[in-house]
C-alpha cells in the first residue's frame, strides 16, 4: 500500500462545475501537507498548503483531518486551464531532514 | 525570484553509459531532494540532502549514486544506463517542514 493514496481519474467535468478530490495518508508521523499542479511533461508546482483549520486561495479550497488521515481539494467554477493533474503531497520530519512524499496524482480534464 | 536550476534540460545516453545531472537549488534553501517520474507515473523519491549531507534514500538503484557540495549545488551521477532509466528526473529544493519544496524544470533522460 502506498503511504499516500489517491483516486487516480481522470475526472472529467464540465467547464463551471465543483469537482472534489481526496487523499489519504498512512503515515501518522506526517507534519505538513500540500497540494501540487502537475501539468503534462512539466515540473509539479505548489498550488498550496493544508492545514486544520482549512483554507482557501479564490476557487480552491483544502481541508485536512488528521484523525482520518484525509486531505481534500476542492475547485469550484473550473475552468479549462485547471486540467492537470493534482498531486496530494505529505512532508515529514526523519530526524535527518525533511522527506516529501507524493501520492499517485488525480487528473482532471475540464471540457468546454 | 530564482528558482531551481537544473541541468542539462535533455540528455540522450546509450545503455551502460554513465550521465550526470545537476542541480543548483533555491538560494537558502537547505533540503535538495531528487525524484525519478516514468512516463505516466508520480514521481517516486530517489535521495534527499539536508544541509549537504544525505538525509534520506528512497527507491535510488546502486547504479546511482548522488551528493551535495560545499556551495549547495548537487549531482545526481548514473552509471551502467538502462533503457528503464529513460525518465524525467526532478530535483526540488526547500526549507522547513511547513513551506514544502519548488521543484527544478527536470532533466528528461532518454536511454538508446
Known amino acids: 500500500r502506498k503511504e499516500v493514496e489517491q483516486d487516480p481519474g481522470p475526472f472529467n467535468v464540465p467547464e463551471g462545475a465543483t469537482v472534489a478530490f481526496n487523499c489519504t495518508y498512512s503515515n501518522s508521523a506526517s507534519q505538513s501537507f500540500f497540494w501540487y499542479r502537475q501539468d503534462c511533461r512539466k515540473e509539479p508546482k505548489l498550488l498550496m498548503s493544508?492545514?486544520?483549520s482549512g483554507n482557501e486561495d479564490g476557487r480552491f479550497t483544502a481541508q485536512l483531518n488528521r484523525a482520518s488521515q484525509y486531505i481534500s481539494l476542492l475547485i469550484r467554477d473550473s475552468k479549462l486551464s485547471d486540467s492537470a493533474t493534482y498531486l496530494c503531497v505529505v512532508n515529514r520530519d526523519n530526524n535527518a531532514g525533511n522527506m516529501l512524499t507524493f501520492g499517485g496524482g488525480t487528473r482532471l480534464m475540464v471540457k468546454p | 525570484a530564482a528558482g531551481v536550476i537544473q541541468s542539462p534540460r535533455h540528455l540522450i545516453k546509450e545503455k551502460r553509459e554513465t550521465a550526470t545531472l545537476k542541480c543548483y537549488p533555491i538560494?537558502?534553501?537547505?533540503?535538495v531532494y531528487w525524484y525519478q517520474q516514468g512516463p505516466g507515473q508520480d514521481p517516486q523519491f530517489l535521495i534527499s540532502f539536508y544541509e549537504k549531507m544525505q538525509s534520506d534514500k528512497g527507491s535510488i538503484p546502486d547504479r546511482f549514486s548522488a551528493q551535495q557540495f560545499s556551495d549547495y549545488h548537487s549531482e545526481l551521477n548514473m552509471s551502467s544506463l538502462e533503457l528503464g532509466d529513460s525518465a524525467l528526473y526532478f530535483c526540488?529544493?526547500?526549507?522547513?517542514?511547513?513551506?514544502?519544496?519548488?521543484f527544478g524544470q527536470g532533466t528528461r533522460l532518454t536511454v538508446v
Open positions: 538560494p537558502r534553501h537547505d533540503t
Open positions: 493544508v492545514y486544520s
Open positions: 526540488a529544493s526547500g526549507t522547513g517542514l511547513s513551506l514544502g519544496a519548488f
